[in-house]
């Protein structure tokens, strides 16, 4: 009963991507079948990894920036349809449909911001102690991480650094061992999953090794296969 819901609903959304590009004949690419795209199939393995990652991973530029735009396409066909002279049950439907896979796209985007938000609020002084890892943010990530550095700074000065000696003032000291800046735990095991044989073996220390087999689900400390991650051997789940 649920695949003949999903196909009628495929082919209501389809229909009316059909109907939308009949009339705007010089549009590209497909708006309103973005549930079915390569882009929305990597928006939810983004989100995933992002969720399931102990570190953060670099900004999908490339991929937001079309996501985003499929969206405001979509936000077009809807208001046109809304507005146009055609206000027939079936039209409405269609747009109910296609408002729905609207909202999908948007609760997927605003979920994988969340968690690279929350990373940014636990890492902040690590981020911005470390090049490399600001190079992973978007601008308006780095931007938001910078500022609440600095409401965080003149809050703990108001309530208790001021007090305290200059050389005690630091958020960031690391004298006589002790380490302040908080970083992401990079030992923590994950649950991948092997897209594709990896070469050679996988060393977990103290002489243990592994191999990764395509199809295979692991749970392994997250700095031992990070590397598998980057090159998309593996994938987060």
Known sequence: MGDERDLEID??????????????????????????????????????????????????????????????????????????????????????????ELERVKFLVRGYLR??????????MHILNNPDVQRKLSQSELRYTKRRA???KRYYNLRFLSSLPQLLQRLDDTAGGLQMVDEPDLDEVVFIRVLRDA???VDLGNDDKIELRKGNIYVLPYRVIRQYVDDGDVQLV
């Not at 209501?12 to 079948?33: F, M, Q, R, V």
């Not at 349809?81 to 409405?92: M, P």
């Open 115 to 124: 968690a690279r938000i929350h990373k940014i609020d636990n890492y902040y």
């Open 150 to 152: 600095n409401q965080l």
């Open 199 to 201: 070469p050679g073996e």
């Open 11 to 100: 082919d209501l959304i389809n229909n009316l991507d059909k109907e939308y590009h009949s009339a705007h004949p010089a549009t590209n690419g497909s708006y309103l079948t973005i549930q079915k795209s390569r882009e929305l199939n990597s928006l939810i393995q983004l989100w995933t990894h992002e969720r399931t990652c102990p570190d953060i991973l670099p900004y999908a530029h490339e991929l937001l920036d079309t996501i985003l735009d499929r969206v405001r396409g979509q936000i077009e066909v809807i208001e046109e349809y809304t507005t146009s002279a055609d206000s027939s049950g079936n039209a409405k439907l269609k747009v109910l449909f296609v408002e729905t």
